[in-house]
């Protein structure tokens, strides 16, 4: 049989919120894993403790109380006069950004703060025990930022004159009513965007907006697998399924409101290095 994977869920500390820790502990086991709940107020040494005793694969510590910079360390600490550090330790709960690379430096594996998923977690935790399992891939670079434009023709000089970038190529993409100036920067490009009919969603756009950044896009190199994890993670997608864009590409566009406003797309070029 398989060994379910075991969780210790700690609350170290006075704190008294539990209500997370209680969502995460359910959430895992809805998960098919085996979580162990030390309950409230409890010292780093009987969380280390307990750790080791009950042979769990992964340490989950939550606090509210703002005492994180302490605790979470402490309980490292604890594991390793146990001879137990190799047990990776999670944190989550009300934890300022700031604070963040700092728990990182000392060993915490990562944060998950308010308003994390729990699909997420429980992959991230898969992941963090199974290295066969398939880790959620980073874009690897920024694609294009596109930048909508009533006119290629008027604002291209600013790029390649005032800028000195260079003009790659211009292509019209039909199924999305747009012609594209893509300006080479680096190991990414500009795209102007020009609006072909009153349909585009480019038009609609500038005349919402008016001229500016459209769309941010970044590179994948699996669009299909990319954009699953996204809908599994509960993350609002516009596209659904992959469709074709500009200069031999698939791409999906994420909702801005999964991302503070910002359209995203992601995109895969038929050659990687594009
Ligand atoms: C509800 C609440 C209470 C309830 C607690 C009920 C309970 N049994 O949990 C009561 C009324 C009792 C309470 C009391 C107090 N509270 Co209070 N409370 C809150 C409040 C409003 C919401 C917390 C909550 O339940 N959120 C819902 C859960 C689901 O979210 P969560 O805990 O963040 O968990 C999510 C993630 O963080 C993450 N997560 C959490 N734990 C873990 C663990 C792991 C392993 C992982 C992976 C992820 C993870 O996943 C969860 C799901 O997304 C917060 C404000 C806030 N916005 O957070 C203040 C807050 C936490 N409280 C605060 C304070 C100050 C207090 C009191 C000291 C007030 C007082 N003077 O008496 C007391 C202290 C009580 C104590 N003994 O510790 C402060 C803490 C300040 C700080 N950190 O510096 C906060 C932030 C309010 C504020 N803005 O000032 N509180």
Not at 5 to 12: F, N, S
Request: with cysteine; aromatic share 4%; hydrophobic share 40%.
């Amino acid at each position: 049989m398989v060994r379910k994977i075991r969780v210790l869920v700690a609350k170290p500390g006075l704190d008294g919120h539990d209500r997370g820790a209680l969502i995460i502990a359910q959430a895992l086991r809805d998960h098919g894993m085996e979580v162990i709940y030390t309950g409230l107020r409890q010292s780093p040494a009987q969380i280390a403790q307990a750790a080791v005793q009950e042979d769990v694969d992964v340490i989950g510590l939550s606090s509210l109380s703002g005492a994180h910079r302490t605790l979470f360390p402490k309980v490292l600490e604890e594991l390793k006069h146990r001879d137990a550090i190799d047990i990776p330790v999670i944190g989550g709960g009300v934890i300022p950004s700031e604070d963040i690379p700092y728990l990182i430096d000392q060993g915490i594996r990562k944060i998950f703060t308010s308003g994390s998923s729990t699909e997420v977690l429980a992959d991230y935790i898969q992941e963090l025990i199974d290295p066969k399992t398939k880790p959620i891939e980073k874009p690897k670079k920024i694609a294009h930022i596109g930048i909508a434009v009533e006119n290629i023709d008027n604002s291209l000089s600013f790029y390649t004159d005032a800028l000195g970038l260079e003009l790659e190529a211009v292509e019209q993409v039909e199924t999305e009513g747009v012609k594209v100036a893509f300006i080479n920067l680096g190991e990414s490009r500009l795209e102007l965007l020009e609006p072909l009919n009153d349909t585009s969603p480019i038009r609609r756009f500038l005349d919402k907006k008016g001229e500016g950044i459209h769309h941010i896009a970044l590179e994948v190199d699996d669009i299909k697998t990319r954009l699953e994890q996204l809908i599994k993670q509960g993350v609002k997608v516009i596209n659904e399924k992959p469709k074709p864009g500009a200069n031999n590409s698939q791409i999906a566009f994420i909702h801005p409101k999964a991302a503070s406003g910002v359209l995203f797309e992601i995109c895969q070029h038929e050659k990687s290095d594009n």
